[in-house]
């Protein structure tokens, strides 16, 4: 009796494990379905006069208005922005 039970246990945790990932899955292609833009992380920070250092400059400088940050710290930070949506 005790095996029978453990046996059943198994076996409905195993479905039941199968269902919630078919649903997670489902969620999640339904939720990508959804989507109506993209975006890029930024990180071709090469040129400093070029609009996406620019953007991540300013951006930075919202958080923290330091004049002492170089170009190297403002490289690191690039990772925290993404470009605007199209």
Do not use: C, H, W
């Not at 990508?32 to 992380?41: H, K, P």
């Not at 609009?51 to 004049?67: H, N």
Request: no cysteine; glycine share 4%; proline share 3%.
């Amino acid at each position: 009796l005790l095996i029978n039970a453990v046996q059943n246990y198994a076996v409905l945790f195993a479905l039941a494990a199968a269902g919630i990932a078919v649903f997670i899955q489902f969620r999640a292609d339904g939720l990508q379905a959804l989507r109506t833009s993209t975006s890029t992380t930024l990180d071709n920070l090469d040129d400093a006069d070029s609009g996406t250092f620019q953007f991540v400059k300013q951006s930075a400088d919202l958080f923290d208005p330091s004049p002492l940050r170089s170009k190297e710290s403002s490289a690191r930070q690039a990772m925290y922005f993404e470009a605007p949506t199209v």
